[in-house]
């Protein structure tokens, strides 16, 4: 192994160097990844690149996209060494073979953070019209707050509720009116509705 390493031109060394510290890091923030741990949230260069997808928070220049590149380069240029003769060709080929790993990779992660789900509710879009009853009394003509248990994208949620009636006991059925705020819906009984 000695003999080896010291039979290598200085710019091996400097490229078998980049490419074993690369895979090192990329195999840690792979575990990391898998694990829970966000290795990115540590390791982004804040730049406000027009490279960047504000809308997914997706940027180009992260340490993460920088360790997928020094991969993709290092081991083309190690790998095809022997089999390229002319040096521009294979430098240009490691390039673009590193530019390639960083798209399918940020693609990747573009792909997965799409898939998920936030788990918020925009009360404000979903909750008018919807029914359920009272959990603590309403006091009456918007003098004091209650509270409410709706039924919203398949989901009880629990809410601050106001009405501009008579007060609304425990387990009286209602239907929102109207979105005070994010936390407080405006509701009348059920039976007043019919008329």
């Not at 106001?162 to 109207?178: L, Y």
């Amino acid at each position: 192994m000695i003999e080896w390493w010291s039979s290598l031109t200085v710019l091996m060394k400097v490229l078998w160097g980049l490419t074993l510290s690369a895979s090192l890091i990329f195999v840690i923030q792979s575990i990391m990844t898998f694990v829970g741990a966000d290795t990115d949230s540590i390791s982004d260069f804040d730049t406000d690149s027009d490279l960047s997808d504000a809308g997914s928070g997706i940027n180009l220049f992260t340490f993460r996209n920088f360790v997928n590149f020094c991969l993709g380069f290092g081991w083309t240029a190690i790998l095809l060494m022997d089999s390229i003769e002319s040096h521009f060709l294979l430098w240009f080929l490691s390039v673009v073979v590193g530019l390639a790993l960083v798209t399918v990779v940020m693609l990747l992660f573009k792909w997965l953070s799409d898939m998920q789900q936030s788990g918020n509710i925009e009360v404000e879009k979903c909750a008018a019209g919807c029914q359920g009853t009272v959990y603590l009394t309403i006091p009456g003509h918007r003098s004091g707050e209650g509270k409410i248990q709706i039924t919203i994208s398949n989901a009880v949620r629990e809410y601050n509720a106001q009405t501009e009636g008579d007060a609304i006991p425990t387990g009286t059925p209602i239907e929102v009116i109207e979105v005070i705020n994010k936390s407080t819906l405006l509701v009348d009984r059920i039976n007043s509705l019919i008329v």
